[in-house]
């Protein structure tokens, strides 16, 4: 699929997969919306972007630890009025301990589920006015991690265990691309996600403590690199083989089955309804 002169849309574009996704689409012609909690990073990028003869990104503030941010970013996206041709929602975040965001919730459900979950939303209006507009969701084999969403304890109230939380966010991106390819089944808008594999990126680096900070570094030799990263991303944004598939998983640019857990009905309804009043955003 030709992308150039396409309108884009991604989050987190300003580091790891998210920035090997950003160059590559600039640099194929289109025309970006990062939306980034980092300003500066973020003017960084376009201007990197601009220098190598891209077209000049829009650059948007947006803190998916804050719902009301996700709201003002989307408004600030849909003012531009042009159709979006995709979305990429690629930030995330995997935290070493419980941190509440200022709605309340824990933070890594509402950085790598509600946020998305609310702009996608959001965004819709424009993805329908585009002839075939693409969403794609960055998820992960995480999800294999655990057993279930753990709706009795959603917020980790009751202790928090790292890989727990992240790989229950990471399977609610599974459930909620399948959900939402459901609900768009009678639009020419198609939803995939994928596991971009085990990569070398800034993911994590926040959290304090010396074996925080060193871990990148030990675990770098068997990762993957950004650009190898974002392969499987950047295959769905612009492949004519996965123009007539929605709700996937892929992984290697190749449509795999994700564990039984995330293909559930019932689990994916009670997930919907969950997000969406903790949201306060309707569907319809």
């Known amino acids: 699929m030709d992308i150039s002169g396409r309108r884009i849309v991604i989050t987190g574009p300003t580091a790891g997969i998210g920035r090997s996704s950003a160059l590559y689409l600039a640099g194929q012609g289109a ?3 990062l939306l980034c909690r980092n300003l500066e990073k973020g003017d960084v990028l376009a201007e990197e972007i601009v220098t190598s003869g891209g077209s ?6 947006m803190d998916m630890a804050d719902l009301s941010s996700v709201r003002k970013a989307a408004e600030l996206c849909l003012a531009l009025n042009e159709p979006i041709d995709i979305l990429l929602n690629n930030a995330g975040v995997v935290n070493t301990h419980r941190k509440v965001t200022v709605d309340g919730f824990e933070e890594t459900l509402a950085v790598n589920h509600l ?4 702009l996608t939303g959001l ?8 002839p075939a507009a693409r969403i794609v969701n960055v998820a992960s084999d995480a999800h294999r991690f655990v057993k279930g969403m753990g709706f009795d304890d959603m917020q980790a109230d009751n202790g928090y265990k790292t890989f727990r939380e992240y790989g229950r966010s990471k399977g609610a991106n599974i459930l909620f691309t399948r959900s939402l390819a459901k609900r768009l089944q009678q639009t020419p808008i198609t939803v995939n996600c994928l596991h971009p594999g085990a990569v070398s990126t800034s993911l994590g680096t926040q959290n304090e403590g010396l074996f925080s900070k060193l871990l990148p570094a030990l675990l770098k030799p068997f990762f993957r690199s950004p650009d190898q990263g974002a392969e499987t991303s950047l295959y769905l944004c612009e492949s004519d083989a996965v123009g007539g598939i929605s709700g996937a998983y892929f992984s290697n640019c190749k449509q795999v089955k994700a564990k039984p857990w995330v293909q559930d009905e019932g689990t994916a309804d009670k997930l919907w309804t969950f997000s969406e009043k903790a949201t306060a955003f309707s569907y319809g």
């Open 56 to 61: 000049k990104p829009e650059v948007i503030l």
């Open 115 to 118: 946020a998305p979950f609310l």
């Open 31 to 33: 025309k970006l919306v």
């Open 123 to 130: 965004l819709l209006p424009r993805l329908l006015e585009a």
